[in-house]
């Protein structure tokens, strides 16, 4: 038996796959290239050592386990948690699950000499900007966590 699109083209067992949905809450995706998982958090370019394959390329995986791999990051402290509105205070952030290249900002500017110093600490330089509380945020490779009135410029 073979399987063939509407438009002819018989298809193999991988393309007869990658065009199927899934109809559960928890689809399951295939990885259609190798996916090697960062065994370290300190911005080593790639490839380096400190690697392991993850998903090799064909793998079929359930959606959740799949983005488990991008926990949302956390945001528990800034120190200090004030600094003058002219900017150049280096701050600290503490919190969870930062990412190798991760971007903060501060009142939503741009936070300069940003260090990800390993997966629970951040070093940056804030902007300036007018007084008042300002949000921290921070980008990583799950998206962006905000941690409103974190940091007060004067």
């Known amino acids: 038996m073979t399987i063939h699109t509407g438009a002819g083209t018989q298809l193999t067992k991988t393309a007869a796959l990658a065009k199927t949905a899934a109809v559960t809450p928890d689809p399951i995706l295939q990885v259609t290239e190798n996916l090697y998982k960062s065994l370290r958090h300190d911005g080593t370019p790639w490839p380096g050592a400190g690697r392991e394959l993850l998903y090799p390329a064909g793998y079929l995986v359930r959606t959740s386990d799949f983005t488990r791999h991008f926990p949302d990051a956390v945001i528990a402290t800034v120190t200090p948690n004030n600094g003058p509105a002219a900017g150049g205070t280096a701050i600290t ?8 290249g991760s971007t903060v900002q501060v009142g ?14 951040i070093t940056c330089v804030t902007p300036a900007k007018t007084a008042g509380a300002q949000a921290v945020a921070v980008t990583t490779d799950a998206g962006t966590v905000t941690k409103a009135g974190a940091f007060t410029t004067t």
């Open 108 to 121: 939503a500017v741009a936070a300069t000499s940003v260090v990800v110093v390993d997966a629970e600490t």
């Open 93 to 100: 952030i503490k919190g969870e699950s930062f990412t190798p």
